[in-house]
């Protein structure tokens, strides 16, 4: 079955960018895609297909994926950016899977 | 407005059944496959199962094969789970969540979540 890892916390200063990773196997030759989760509320989409956001996502996120990581980056991160992340991606073995999450923690 | 409600979460006993639904409002339902994916509590979110627009295609997570059933009704806008032989680790929120082929099948619409507990 096909694992996504990702580092279990990110922790960045208010304004900084933060880098949340998620490795696999050839994940550059995937299609990922990234959620954000804050408590008690459903998963929101902000990145699709790489790097593309869906409408209403903030321009300071942005996502990059080739070799064996795919990267969500949060520029000039905010307080309200504090959740946890979650990458997607699918395979043809696994089906939808996604990765562990990472809990964002803004300083 | 584009909605997803789940609804039929709640408590029941281990080797028991439950049957979850979800109901669509605001895009063309029969246009979009959709998907089941549960989280437990304090943990991350786990993929279920897949249904396409037409049912042509279904797919399980090796977790819930041969004990959980996806099926949907296009005249009635809804999406089900029938869920059997429910184990302890199947307690978690379960989310309905759409899929959209313009965003190379990304989530994009996900409802609220309905909670089931699995305990004797």
Redo the contacts between chains.
Sequence with gaps: ?YVLTQPPSVSVAPGQTARITCGGNNIGSK?V?W?Q?KPGQ????VV??DS?R?SGIPERFSGSNSGNTATLTISRVEAGDEA?Y?C?V?DSSS???????TKLTVL | EVQLVESGGGLVQPGGSLRLSCAASGFTFSSYSMNWVRQAPGKGLEWVSYISSSSSTIYYADSVKGRFTISRDNAKNSLYLQMNSLRDEDTAVYYCARGDPRLRGAFDIWGQGTMVTVSS
């Design positions: 079955s299609s895609h959620y989760q459903a998963p929101v989409l699709y297909d593309d869906p946890d979650y997607q699918w089906d939808w899977v996604f990765g562990g999450g």
